[in-house]
């Protein structure tokens, strides 16, 4: 069971440059989640969505867009990248349940440096 | 809405002292609350999580965490620390609206360090 898994593990842009991020979990979770890790600024959450078709803006979605077109996958774009995106990624993903003490599941995170 | 403060972004303990890494949270209704630890480079992976009922939650890696109401706080505990314990360790509350998603908002991290 791969649980979830980020693509690629490490990237390096040049500024305006543009790319994807895919994000695929196997646990045939409703809710995905897209975050970036900064120093001392914890996990933010940039995207997210609750089920196939549907995504919403988290507390940081300036400059960053995305689609879930299938269940599994979650795809997060960078259309013209900045410096200011330099971050790690992660995407998680949870089930929808009526029990909210329900843990969300992590990748290994995807390291973006843009130069 | 939903909020957690985590005191101290850096602790060190000595191998075999407590660790006690403390986190409070803001919550308008009744709180779900995590503590994930990050190794380095890697992912987020759940320590342990609170459910309504027991107020002291064992976790994996003898941590465990007690949820105090009256003080709005989630410290994670460990009596012993192991080398093998440094790490980054986020508390976490989610959201109890569910129309929202779900949504975990995050701590900023403690870093422990471990002193031989």
């Known amino acids: 069971n791969a649980g979830v898994t980020q693509t690629p593990k490490f990237r390096v842009l040049k500024t305006g440059q543009s790319m994807t991020l895919l994000c695929a979990q196997d646990?045939?979770?409703?809710?995905m989640y897209w975050y970036r890790q900064d120093p001392g600024m914890g996990l933010r959450l940039i995207h997210y969505?609750?089920?196939?078709?549907?995504?919403a803006k988290g507390e940081v979605p300036d400059g960053y867009n995305v689609s879930r077109l299938k269940k599994q996958n979650f795809l997060l774009g960078l259309e013209s990248a900045a410096p200011s995106q330099t971050s790690v990624y992660f995407c998680?993903?949870?089930?929808?349940?009526?029990?909210?003490?329900?843990?969300?599941?992590f990748g290994q995170g995807t390291r973006l440096t843009v130069v | 809405a939903q909020s957690v403060t985590q005191l101290g972004s850096h602790v060190s303990v000595s191998e075999g002292a407590l660790v006690l890494l403390r986190c409070n949270y803001s919550?308008?209704?009744?709180?779900?609350l995590f503590w994930y630890v990050q190794y380095p480079n890697q992912g987020l992976q759940l320590l342990l999580k609170?459910?309504?009922?027991?107020?002291l939650v064992k976790g994996i890696n003898g941590f465990e965490a007690e949820f105090k109401k009256s003080e709005t706080s989630f410290h994670l505990t460990k009596p012993s620390a192991h080398m093998s314990d440094a790490a980054e360790y986020f508390c976490?509350?989610?959201?109890?609206?569910?129309?929202?998603?779900?949504?975990?908002?995050f701590g900023t991290g403690t870093s422990l360090t471990v002193i031989p």
């Open positions: 998680a993903s949870s089930y929808r349940t009526d029990l909210m003490n329900t843990e969300a599941f």
């Open positions: 976490a509350v989610k959201s109890a609206h569910r129309g929202t998603g779900n949504q975990f908002y």
């Open positions: 969505s609750v089920g196939e078709g549907t995504t």
């Open positions: 919550s308008s209704v009744p709180p779900y």
């Open positions: 646990m045939n979770h409703e809710y």
């Open positions: 609170y459910t309504t009922g027991a107020t």
